[in-house]
């Protein structure tokens, strides 16, 4: 879901410090997201990434069902690089994103 979303990477090369990954497995479990309202999150927020979802969760209510969820930080992913070039911050983004994605798929 992070698209090309990549500002993340470029803050943390400018600041010099490493991006250190959370993984929360089943954390999805607890909502079922039916849709995504476009009118509030765009008029409020300004931007259409701040869709907000229509998620339904225990006995369809806003309350998140009861499901086990484990958090895992990661080890610390380097940023070292050009913040200012595309390819140098497009790493960064794509080794943060792996990580969180290999976690996840072995707690799967």
Known sequence: MWGARSGFARVAMTAGVPIVPIAA???DDMYTVIARERWLGR???G???YDLPIAFGRWGTPVPRPVR???RALPPVPTE???TSPEDI???RAAVFTAIQTALDEGA
């Open 69 to 71: 969820v484990t958090i």
């Open 47 to 49: 931007h259409p990434k």
């Open 81 to 83: 690089g050009d913040p």
């Open 25 to 27: 497995l089943g954390v």
């Open 90 to 92: 497009e790493r960064v």
């Open 43 to 45: 008029a409020v927020l």
